[in-house]
């Protein structure tokens, strides 16, 4: 009888029971080899699809098994065949007996940098090349692709469009001044107006130009045709802070609902989070488990009382009240008006409420043009959710849909309504009350993974100072 074809199996399916007997072909990237005196390598293999890796029993009978198994060095790609079998091991069900095994690339153990040994995530950044290699960056990825693929899911099943918004854009959506400008003008060459200014009519787009804070003025354009939408893309911030929770590139989610009020906006974004916390619970158990242990043990419980609770929902006029009775020496004192701080936020999810909390109606005057104003004339419909850890990962809000109010505001704040016209075209024909939000996308799989640097949860973090890779 001939031997059965090999079967392409990921390191994933073949540590599973049901892969017991098959005779198989693995490709991969070798994490450790071990070798025993009975005579055999153990080689402990890992192709991305899972946490665990599978182990290669290597018998000394193979041919290549002087020359080629016992050279082989961590982080060398190889090809294997072999029958996967129960383990007699501890810690996993399956192993996999070699009856081949191929170098396929070498990696030089002097240079190498992902060595046994653990290594700092500072150090790991550096190595951005490297580090989905490694068992942390892995499960980061692994996490991070689910997340992605829930929200979609999420938007889908609940009828919303998928809406491209520009990434080059004239407009500063946030009215923060951090835009990155986007020109083709020569830096060392300039072209000048008669009054002094930069002449942008030799520009490419004929106009000053940035690359895109927020999908949303653009997002609101298709809300109100089509009544549903989301956005999901990168955005971009000139912002100087060097955080554990900032990057100059992210990415962010942006659905936008007509007829959609605060209260609409804020039961989204909470049956949002618990979606795409419950599908992780459920589809990233070993990655999960691997956080929980190495990264912060408080993690799992965190998210289960995120899928379990209610968000607790305040506003911010309580929320100072409560800030101010606390007792509590902050380093930036607070008082209404003031910003949160990333300290008050966590002060408030983490010691009053030990849960999401959702604040809203904020004073005017911190917040962005769009955001409809209240009777009171003083605070917004905005609203932001806080997380434990985290502080701030989604903010949001009703947004102005009366005409002479919008452009009340916009001058307020010193913009020209002729500027935002086709955005103050939409409250002149057939207005609709409406809401959206946005979820940075890194804060949440900050969130979820405890992982206590945003850089560590995007393949290539850009922040100032660093654009490498
Ligand atoms: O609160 P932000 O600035 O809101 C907006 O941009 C609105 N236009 C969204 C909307 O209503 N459609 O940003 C939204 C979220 C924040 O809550 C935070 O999670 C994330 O984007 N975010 C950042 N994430 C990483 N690095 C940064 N520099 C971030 N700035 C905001
Ligand atoms: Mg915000």
């Known amino acids: 009888m001939s031997e059965p074809i090999p079967q392409l199996i990921s390191v994933s399916n073949a540590r599973q029971p049901n892969a017991i007997g098959h005779h198989v072909e693995l490709r991969g990237w070798l994490r450790t080899r071990r070798d025993s005196k009975a005579g055999l390598s153990f080689l402990e293999m890992n192709d991305g699809t899972s946490l665990g890796n599978i182990q290669v029993i290597a018998p000394n009978e193979l041919p290549n098994y002087e020359s080629v198994v016992q050279r082989l060095t961590a982080g060398c790609s190889l090809r294997v065949y072999g029958t996967v079998q129960e383990s007699r091991g501890q810690g996993q069900a399956t192993e996999v007996v070699a009856t081949q095994v191929e170098l396929i690339g070498p990696a030089d153990p002097e240079t190498y940098p992902l060595q046994k040994k653990r290594h700092s995530f500072e150090k790991l950044r550096e190595w951005a090349h490297l580090r989905p290699r490694s068992n942390t960056f892995g499960a980061v990825a692994r996490v991070r692709n689910r997340i992605c693929r829930s929200i979609h899911d999420f938007f889908q099943e609940l009828g919303f469009l ?14 923060a001044g951090e835009l990155f400008r986007v020109t083709t003008l020569d830096p060392a060459n300039i072209p000048l107006r008669s009054d002094g200014q930069v002449d942008y009519s030799q520009d490419f787009f004929d106009r000053p130009t940035f690359l895109t804070v927020s999908g949303q003025l653009e997002g609101e354009i298709f809300a109100t045709a089509l009544g549903k939408i989301y956005t999901f893309g990168p955005t971009f911030r000139a912002e100087n802070s060097n955080t554990s929770r900032h990057l100059a590139e992210f990415w962010m989610i942006e659905p936008e609902m007509a007829f959609y009020e605060l209260k609409d906006n804020m039961d989204l974004a909470e049956a949002f989070l618990k979606r795409i916390v419950q599908d992780v619970l459920d589809d990233c158990k070993e990655d999960m488990h691997f956080f929980n242990d190495r990264i912060d043990q408080t993690v799992l419980a965190t998210l289960h009382n995120v899928a379990e609770s209610t968000f607790h929902r305040i506003s911010y006029t309580d929320a100072i009240k409560i800030l101010e009775q606390s007792n509590q020496k902050f380093e930036y004192p607070i008082s209404w ?15 009053e409420f030990n849960a999401p909390v959702v604040l809203f109606d904020y004073p005017k005057l911190i917040k962005p043009f769009y955001m409809r104003v209240n009777a009171d004339n003083h605070t917004v419909r905005a609203m932001d959710v806080l997380v434990p850890r985290v502080g701030e990962i989604i903010g949001g809000s009703q947004r102005e849909d009366r005409l002479d109010v919008l452009e009340a505001r916009m001058q307020e704040q010193g913009l020209l309504p002729e500027n935002y016209w086709w955005y103050v075209d939409l409250r002149r024909y057939g207005s609709v009350p409406h809401s959206g939000f946005g979820l940075g996308l890194e804060r949440v799989v900050q969130f979820i993974t405890g992982m206590p640097n945003i850089r560590d949860v995007i393949p290539f973090p850009r922040t100032p100072g660093n654009a490498e890779f």
Do not use: N
């Open 337 to 351: 008006g003031c910003d949160l701080q990333a300290e008050h936020e966590r002060y408030l999810t983490e010691k």
């Open 162 to 175: 998928y809406v491209h918004t520009p990434i080059i854009t004239s407009s500063d959506c946030e009215g």
